[in-house]
């Protein structure tokens, strides 16, 4: 779309085509996605200026044909792995929906976007775990790692963009490169080589496959940001089973206990998912007293969506809608307490934090300590007398509030004061 001349704008009133890259593997994510593709639908109804209106991702993969029936504002829809047809959508009405490929399908540049230091770096797509309750595998296909040379090139081009902080993204990262005769470490080891100061922020580690040797390189690497996710949907053994994880309680406590040795100032983020099929209130009690016990601070709590095609669709004992929603709401309450907890205690402490931005209003500079990812952790919120640019800075953590930290600049006139760490 670049290459035709086109650029991004941010006011979809202002824009010729309106693409929506859905989500669409759980129900709150296909309502999410849905209503997004009727708000821009109704603009394309009600606005003088010619919309097109195109969809992208998981949702147009996995539900095509009721998509083109059920909205006909819809003027192209492309399915994953199909990115690079999107050229052919921009004057004609059509639909690319393919099988996900075998390999990992390299089909355009990375594009950077400038207006933050972070970026997602993607090492793989699809999944070949087949956890009962999910329909990723269905939509993305088998696991197909990128290349290292193609990581490499992207990681390359994102720290020449001033990027500082690389978020690793697959459906399974600690499984990178197993089809492709690579291992994770290979991954971790160009990433550790690269020059300059960045942080390395690895998600989606399955407990099935996060290793000691993993845990061994994160706790010697300089680029590893003390910060790892690790989803472990519940703690009961009986569940995990009957959601086909591959590991049971026991193997979850080894792997807490190693990083507790290994890696004692790292934060855990982690994922959660309650009123699975025959989730009895017991079996709920266990997980929340594992939060409580673990002290989990950061993390998300999914109530179990019931998704046609997977095995668990057909398992016996659904809960009531309320009592899903009443347990998601407990033990979200849990990790919320413990994340006060967690942030008092960074309270004194002199960190390095990323600044993102600067609020011209409040004059602020908004950002991140090591202990939250991007969009969907805690910020931190420092006042500057002149604009502060994006870039690392040293911080004295002074308070906490709802947003998550207050802090001071270290280095600077008042700002500057020594504070013991
Ligand atoms: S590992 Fe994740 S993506 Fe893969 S099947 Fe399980 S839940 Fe789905």
Same mark, same amino acid.
Not at 296 to 310: D, N, Q
Not at 319 to 333: F, K, P, S
């Given at each position: 779309?670049?290459?035709?001349?086109?650029?991004?704008?941010?006011?979809?009133?202002?824009?010729?085509?309106?693409?929506?890259?859905?989500?669409?593997?759980?129900?709150?994510?296909?309502?999410?996605?849905?209503?997004?593709?009727?708000?821009?639908?109704?603009?394309?109804?009600?606005?003088?200026?010619?919309?097109?209106?195109?969809?992208?991702?998981?949702?147009?993969?996995?539900?095509?044909?009721?998509?083109?029936?059920?909205?006909?504002?819809?003027?192209?829809?492309?399915?994953?792995?199909?990115?690079?047809?999107?050229?052919?959508?921009?004057?004609?009405?059509?639909?690319?929906?393919?099988?996900?490929?075998?390999?990992?399908?390299?089909?355009?540049?990375?594009?950077?976007?400038?207006?933050?230091?972070?970026?997602?770096?993607?090492?793989?797509?699809?999944?070949?775990?087949?956890?009962?309750?999910?329909?990723?595998?269905?939509?993305?296909?088998?696991?197909?790692?990128?290349?290292?040379?193609?990581?490499?090139?992207?990681?390359?081009?994102?720290?020449?963009?001033?990027?500082?902080?690389?978020?690793?993204?697959?459906?399974?990262?600690?499984?990178?490169?197993?089809?492709?005769?690579?291992?994770?470490?290979?991954?971790?080891?160009?990433?550790?080589?690269?020059?300059?100061?960045?942080?390395?922020?690895?998600?989606? +580690?399955?407990?099935?496959? $996060?290793?000691?040797?993993?845990?061994? @390189?994160? !706790?010697? #690497? =300089?680029?590893?940001?003390?910060? *790892?996710?690790?989803?472990?949907?519940?703690?009961?053994?009986?569940?995990?089973?009957?959601?086909?994880?591959?590991?049971?309680?026991?193997?979850?406590?080894?792997?807490?206990?190693?990083?507790?040795?290994?890696?004692?100032?790292?934060?855990?983020?982690?994922?959660?998912?309650?009123?699975?099929?025959?989730?009895?209130?017991?079996?709920?009690?266990?997980?929340?007293?594992?939060?409580?016990?673990?002290?989990?601070?950061?993390?998300?709590?999914?109530?179990?969506?019931?998704?046609?095609?997977?095995?668990?669709?057909?398992?016996?004992?659904?809960?009531?809608?309320?009592?899903?929603?009443?347990?998601?709401?407990?033990?979200?309450?849990?990790?919320?307490?413990?994340?006060?907890?967690?942030?008092?205690? +960074?309270?004194?402490?002199? $960190?390095?934090?990323?600044?993102?931005? @600067?609020? !011209?209003? #409040? =004059?602020?500079?908004?950002?991140? *300590?090591?202990?939250?990812?991007?969009?969907?952790?805690?910020?931190?919120?420092?006042?500057?007398?002149?604009?502060?640019?994006?870039?690392?800075?040293?911080?004295?953590?002074?308070?906490?509030?709802?947003?998550?930290?207050?802090?001071?600049?270290?280095?600077?006139?008042?700002?500057?004061?020594?504070?013991?760490?």
């Amino acid at each position: 779309m670049l290459r035709r001349g086109l650029r991004i704008v941010k006011d979809p009133k202002q824009a010729d085509y309106l693409v929506v890259n859905t989500c669409g593997f759980i129900q709150s994510a296909k309502e999410e996605s849905i209503e997004e593709i009727l708000k821009l639908a109704d603009l394309k109804n009600s606005n003088g200026r010619k919309h097109r209106l195109l969809i992208t991702g998981c949702l147009a993969q996995r539900y095509p044909g009721e998509l083109l029936r059920q909205i006909p504002e819809i003027d192209g829809l492309l399915g994953i792995d199909q990115y690079d047809k999107i050229d052919s959508l921009l004057d004609t009405d059509s639909a690319y929906i393919t099988r996900p490929p075998s390999s990992y399908k390299e089909s355009h540049t990375l594009q950077v976007l400038r207006d933050r230091p972070y970026a997602y770096l993607k090492i793989a797509d699809g999944c070949d775990n087949r956890c009962s309750y999910c329909a990723i595998p269905m939509i993305r296909g088998k696991y197909r790692s990128r290349s290292l040379a193609a990581i490499s090139a992207d990681v390359d081009r994102l720290l020449e963009h001033e990027v500082l902080e690389l978020n690793l993204i697959a459906q399974d990262v600690a499984r990178y490169g197993f089809d492709i005769g690579k291992h994770p470490l290979a991954l971790l080891e160009m990433l550790e080589q690269k020059r300059g100061e960045f942080w390395v922020r690895p998600f989606y +580690l399955h407990p099935a496959h $996060l290793t000691e040797e993993i845990l061994d @390189f994160f !706790a010697a #690497s =300089k680029k590893f940001c003390q910060y *790892l996710e690790m989803p472990l949907q519940h703690v009961n053994s009986r569940l995990l089973k009957e959601m086909n994880r591959r590991y049971s309680r026991a193997r979850i406590e080894r792997l807490l206990n190693s990083i507790r040795v290994k890696l004692p100032a790292t934060v855990l983020r982690t994922t959660f998912i309650v009123g699975f099929p025959g989730e009895t209130r017991k079996e709920f009690d266990e997980l929340c007293s594992f939060v409580e016990e673990e002290r989990i601070c950061r993390g998300g709590v999914f109530g179990y969506s019931r998704e046609e095609g997977t095995a668990a669709y057909q398992f016996n004992g659904r809960l009531a809608q309320r009592t899903v929603a009443a347990r998601q709401e407990e033990l979200t309450r849990l990790i919320n307490e413990n994340a006060e907890e967690f942030n008092a205690s +960074l309270v004194g402490r002199e $960190l390095k934090m990323i600044v993102e931005r @600067f609020d !011209a209003p #409040s =004059k602020q500079a908004i950002g991140r *300590l090591f202990c939250d990812a991007p969009e969907i952790d805690f910020t931190i919120h420092v006042p500057a007398r002149a604009v502060v640019g994006k870039g690392f800075r040293t911080v004295y953590v002074t308070g906490t509030s709802g947003e998550g930290f207050v802090g001071e600049f270290v280095g600077a006139g008042v700002e500057g004061r020594k504070h013991g760490k």
